[in-house]
């Protein structure tokens, strides 16, 4: 049985950090893409960042480009979501998902690639 278990979130002030981490089982990691996405209250889930098997390439949503880092721990068989200078409009339920290379060709920021993903982690951050 695949899991993804996300952790991590919580109440951050404006300008604060948070690390997320995604734990996973019963998937073969080492082969797969990650992502997180979003949805933030009233909107649709939305793509924040991705990253390909190996972890040499790494792919973000313009709004969060240069204050998340996404990375992987093949051994440890989690990913992870560094998030720095958070504002207000980062307040959403972040979710993991995991994709296998068979669907890479849909676009690693296509949520329709993924067919894992985890139930998802509160960050709330307050102006």
């Known amino acids: ?26 998937l073969p990691f080492s082969n797969y893409f990650m992502g997180w996405f979003r949805r933030a209250p009233g909107k649709d889930r939305e793509f924040v960042s991705s990253i390909t098997w190996s972890g040499g390439r790494t792919y973000y949503a313009d709004s969060v480009k240069g204050r998340f880092t996404i990375s992987r721990d093949n051994a440890k068989t989690a990913v992870y979501l560094q998030m720095n200078s958070l504002n207000p409009e980062d307040t959403a339920v972040y979710y993991c998902a995991g994709g296998p290379p068979s669907r ?3 676009g690693l920021n296509a949520q329709r690639a993924y067919n894992y993903w985890g139930q998802g982690t509160q960050v709330t951050v307050s102006s």
Do not use: K, N
């Open 1 to 26: 049985q695949v899991q993804l278990v996300e952790s991590g979130g919580g109440l951050v002030q404006a300008g604060g950090s948070l690390r997320l981490s995604c734990a996973t089982s019963g």
């Open 104 to 106: 890479e060709w849909v």
